[in-house]
């Protein structure tokens, strides 16, 4: 199993950027994903999930309104769509195989390697 993220990069506060998530070695449509982050000297922490259909999302409260998950079966790939951004959300962005269809916070077993994001004030 493999998951790459690709998009992270630096942009001014209250800027946006995509995130991709290219996965791979599991049946994509089968699985729930995650975007997870981690910011230097704290633990990583949930941000979005989308179930297997992607007919459900759930967000931090920390990026209600602004992120939005999405999936595309037919390309293997997930997405982030980050809006409004701010210095607080620099971070290294994880995406991850959920264990189960439905949303969840928790259930994960595959990690890609990370991206990294930037947002100057």
């Known amino acids: 199993v493999q998951l790459v993220e690709s998009g992270g990069g630096l942009v001014q506060a209250g800027g946006s950027l995509r995130l991709s998530c290219a996965a791979s070695?599991?049946?994509?449509?089968?699985?729930?994903m995650g975007w997870f982050r981690q910011a230097p000297g704290k633990e990583r922490e949930f941000v979005a999930a989308?179930?297997?259909?992607?007919?459900?999302?759930f967000y931090a409260d920390f990026v209600k309104g602004r992120f939005t998950i999405s999936r595309d079966s037919a390309k293997n790939t997930v997405y982030l769509q980050m809006n409004s951004l701010k210095p607080e959300d620099t971070a290294v962005y994880y995406c991850?195989?959920?264990?189960?269809?439905?949303?969840?916070?928790?259930?994960?077993?595959?990690w890609g390697q990370g991206t990294q994001v930037t947002v100057s004030s």
């Open positions: 070695g599991r049946t994509f449509s089968s699985y729930a």
């Open positions: 989308i179930s297997a259909s992607g007919g459900s999302t």
């Open positions: 991850a195989f959920a264990t189960t269809r439905v949303v969840t916070t928790r259930a994960y077993d595959y």
